[in-house]
């Protein structure tokens, strides 16, 4: 979709206009002390729907999430230890991003269907005024389409994403110019997930410890080495059709399946979810990741998905989809009988 970006400096009434385009569910290019960043609304799902299809990415990643008070961290995220505090005081407003179990506030798309989310205060007085005008958290990752470097100057964002977004706050070049240092919580010694503007040193003299080896990846499907263990992949084995849709009326042994279907439900299954009725693939993404989970707690035998159009955020959709049924287990023929005949 084509907009007309619009330039804003960094003003208070700019700023003002910049937030009323978040709260609206639209996208704005930011600048924080890192790189600049693509903010929109991080509670709601259709607005980072769209931060996908802006950036053209061909998969999903978890976003991290720009709070302007510890206040607003401890909301989204469930259980906080205090370690977390600690952290936050030395190293917030600053490049540093923390990782920990998220809130029921947290739309699942934000983190890719994870049960973490990741979040920091950015050091730049232009975010931070804009995620207080917002008066709401502001999910961005790096202002470039897909496969771009990452944007440290207003002339970057519109260069790569001009005409895709509704505004860029220009507000020069950003200082640090490297991505937070991401660290995880989940264990103990923490994680460094990536390393970035804020020093490892500095960091082991508040936590003493940290790993700094990627996590291990799991046993199971395994997509790109390195990916999985941020990734979510459901525990129910997923098939993905081949050929299209289902035609209504085939005999489909679905007493003990779940149906991931993209525009209709399908009778039979045991349950089913519905990711757009009216097809828009926006609304699909924006659903993808609460559907998965929801099918994936309902204690199924299997999983069936249908495929999506791969074109705009279907490519990313059935990414995923791919990924979660490959690797797994051929189920039964006994159970599951799909054909398009
Ligand atoms: P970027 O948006 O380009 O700054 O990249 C965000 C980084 O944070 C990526 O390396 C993500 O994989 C990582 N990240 C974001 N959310 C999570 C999470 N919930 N768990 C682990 N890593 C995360
Ligand atoms: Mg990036």
């Known amino acids: 979709m084509e907009h007309d970006t619009k330039l804003l400096g960094c003003s208070e009434a700019d700023i003002a206009q910049a937030a009323a385009i978040i709260r609206a569910g639209g996208l704005v290019a930011f600048p924080t002390e890192t790189v600049y960043g693509l903010g929109a609304d991080a509670l709601s799902a259709q607005a980072v729907a769209r931060i996908f299809e802006a950036k053209a990415r061909p998969r999903f990643d978890p976003v991290i999430v720009h709070v302007a008070s510890w206040e ?24 540093l991003t923390l990782v920990l179990p998220k809130s029921q506030l947290v739309p699942d798309i934000v983190t890719a269907g994870l049960s973490t989310v990741a979040i920091r205060m950015p050091d730049h007085d232009a975010a931070l005024a804009l995620i207080r005008a917002a ?19 207003h002339e970057h964002v519109l260069e790569s994403l001009g005409g895709k977004i509704e505004a860029v706050l220009a507000c020069g070049p950003t200082p640090v110019g490297i991505e937070s240092t991401v660290v995880s919580l989940l264990e103990a010694p923490p994680r460094v997930l990536r390393p970035g503007g804020t020093p490892l040193e500095a960091l082991r003299e508040v936590v003493g410890e940290l790993r700094l080896e990627p996590p291990r990846v799991d046993q199971g499907a ?13 525990e129910t084995p997923l098939f993905l059709l081949a050929g299209g849709t289902l035609a209504r009326g085939e005999k489909l042994p679905r007493k003990r ?4 279907a993209f525009r209709h439900g399908w009778h039979d299954f045991a349950r089913v979810e519905v990711l757009s009725g009216s097809g828009d693939l926006r609304e699909a993404a924006a659903n993808f990741f609460s559907a998965l989970h929801a099918l994936d707690r309902a204690g199924l035998a299997a999983i069936v998905a249908e495929p999506v159009p791969e074109e705009g955020l279907g490519v990313a959709i059935m990414d995923r989809l791919k990924r979660a049924a490959a690797g797994r287990a051929r189920l039964d023929a006994t159970w599951v009988w799909i054909s398009r005949r």
Do not use: D, M, Q
Request: proline residues 18%.
């Open 257 to 260: 399946c779940g149906l991931l």
């Open 72 to 95: 607003e961290a401890e909301r989204l995220w469930w259980n906080v230890p205090e370690l977390a505090r600690k952290l936050a005081e030395r190293f917030w407003p600053g490049p």
């Open 135 to 153: 008066g709401r958290p502001i999910a961005a990752p790096s202002a470039n389409r897909f496969g771009r470097p990452s944007p440290t100057h």
């Open 222 to 234: 395994a997509p790109a080495p390195g990916t999985l263990p941020r990734h979510y992949v459901p």
